[in-house]
């Protein structure tokens, strides 16, 4: 590492945690947390784009002061307290600017940005943004993300959608109870180290974490997997963050041994990007953002490349939904830099392809073609003991379903038809969500490619599935395939399909 060229009068002043604030996060998650910052900014017309990594960052000291945003959000989530009082320093003792008299209220618009937690704080400090800078070796980038036309109608879709899920955060307190999952409230009810909760709200010593806590937490993560595998996110989102919020009380606690807090880290790291995808199926794209941030500075933390290149893989899918193709690029290479230590042919083949659906989005042809062929021949190499454990959804069903992704976003419907219709038929009946999903592709690029017959017959399959599956991605892509065969009622089967289709419950 090379010193800095910049010289100081002064020495730099050593980061201390801010354990007040710590406290008064309580029992909440650093995501749940930082949902709440979001919407108590709603409240009072403000607009941050707080995730955990920025709750993190104030925790850990490195916010000395808030910029002023954040500071009226902070003073309404706990009123009658000071900046000082929720363990910042005061502003006038914050280098680089200068204060405002401490009878002075905040300028009514005082953030440079939009995008709250990416403007400069009053230390001329940034506070990164979760994903903007895709260096493996850089954990906090410094630069902000562009405000532009498409990030703009992000933030009001997304604003929009969390009107409509305002009470998300308090009904994911309610440990599987309800739906779709009978029995999945059977399978997680069994994660149980629900006696750390208690004595951590309450302000006592917690006992320090065992084997057995950690063995509990990668059971619970394999649970969550072959739920979703199985039925969808939509009904376990809310319902696996109970799990993750024992997993970082327990980190909180601590273990007795480095062996343990090594697997406490992995497991809770994996937790979050497990809850983080429930998130990102189920169409809350924010939260999703915020969980996979949770589990890269998890990553960062206990320096853990597999689980740091399993954050940014995931991390590049949801930029590629949610339509920052650049950002899914730079991700993809940021997890491919992480991933290539570990020897695992099979990890790099599906983080190539994640680089090929951000090329894809680009409209980059010969970019998509070069990252298939990458993808495809390091699939070839097969499997080997390096393959990460959350990697058993990935073979060539996979493989086919996410190329014919790309050849989709680059307008090739019949090409990725064919890709589709494969990786339906390959694919093991057990992954019944990922059935639905390519089918759903399947159904879609055949009526974008001028067969409405053939694609009613696929989303009838479709349908007949959703009774297993509760995924809001699959149903999004089941909207978009009827919008397209509304002028083709007539041809065969489709007036079938839209009218079953018709009567499905509406998204919320």
Avoid: K
């Avoid at 990594?53 to 003073?75: H, Q």
């Avoid at 953030?111 to 506070?127: F, M």
């Amino acid at each position: 590492m090379t010193s800095s060229t910049v010289t100081s009068s002064q020495p730099p002043r050593p980061q201390r945690p801010n354990i007040v604030f710590r406290r008064l996060r309580g029992q909440r998650s650093p995501g749940e947390f930082a949902a709440a910052v979001r919407r108590a900014a709603r409240d009072i017309g403000e607009r941050v784009s707080c995730d955990a990594r920025y709750i993190g960052r104030v925790e850990a000291g490195e916010i000395r002061c808030p910029n002023y945003a954040y500071e009226r959000v902070f003073l309404h989530m706990f009123p009658g307290r000071t900046l000082t009082d929720l363990g910042f320093a005061p502003r006038s003792a914050v280098r680089g600017r200068g204060s405002r008299p401490a009878d002075e209220p905040p300028p009514e618009h005082a953030e440079s940005r939009p995008d709250g937690p990416y403007a400069p704080t009053d230390e001329q400090d940034e506070p990164y943004e979760s994903y903007g800078q895709y260096e493996s070796r850089e954990p906090y980038g410094p630069q902000a993300p562009q405000d532009t036309c498409e990030t703009r109608e992000a933030r009001a879709a997304h604003e929009c959608h969390e009107r409509n899920h305002e009470e998300s955060d308090v009904r994911r307190r309610a440990f599987m109870t309800g739906s779709t999952a009978t029995v999945a409230a059977a399978s997680l009810g069994a994660f149980g180290m629900a006696s750390v909760s208690p004595a951590t709200a309450a302000g006592r010593p917690v006992h320090r974490a065992g084997t057995s806590d950690a063995g509990a937490l990668q059971e619970a993560v394999r649970r969550i997997r072959v739920l979703d595998d199985r039925h969808g996110a939509d009904g376990l989102y809310r319902r696996a963050a109970a799990p993750l919020r024992t997993a970082y009380a327990l980190l909180d606690a601590g273990a007795t041994r480095q062996a343990t807090t090594d697997r406490l880290y992995s497991g809770a790291g994996e937790l979050a990007i497990s809850v983080g995808w429930l998130a990102h199926d189920s169409g809350r794209f924010d939260d999703a953002r915020s969980h996979y941030a949770e589990a890269l500075a998890t990553a960062r933390m206990s320096g853990d490349p597999a689980l740091e290149a399993h954050a940014f893989c995931n991390s590049a899918f949801l930029a590629r939904d949610a339509g920052r193709p650049r950002e899914a690029v730079r991700a993809a290479q940021a997890a491919q830099r992480a991933a290539r230590p570990l020897g695992s042919a099979r990890l790099m083949s599906l983080l190539a392809l994640r680089e090929a659906g951000g090329w894809a989005g680009l409209a980059d042809r010969a970019g998509c073609e070069r990252a298939l062929a990458r993808a495809q021949a390091l699939y070839e190499r097969g499997p080997s003991e390096a393959d990460p454990e959350w990697m058993s959804f990935y073979g060539e069903a996979e493989l086919e379903g996410l190329e014919a992704q790309c050849w989709s976003m680059l307008g090739d419907w019949l090409r990725a038809a064919r890709h589709a219709r494969r990786a339906a038929h390959l694919q093991d009946p057990h992954f019944t969500r990922n059935i639905a999903l390519y089918t759903a592709e399947l159904a879609d690029d055949l009526a974008r490619g001028g067969r409405p017959d053939e694609a009613a017959a696929a989303g009838l399959r479709v349908l007949d599935l959703l009774d297993e599956v509760q995924s809001s991605r699959i149903q999004t892509m089941l909207a978009g395939t009827a919008r397209v065969l509304l002028p083709h009622r007539r041809a065969s089967g489709v007036s079938a399909f839209l009218d079953r289709h018709a009567s499905l419950p509406r998204l919320a």
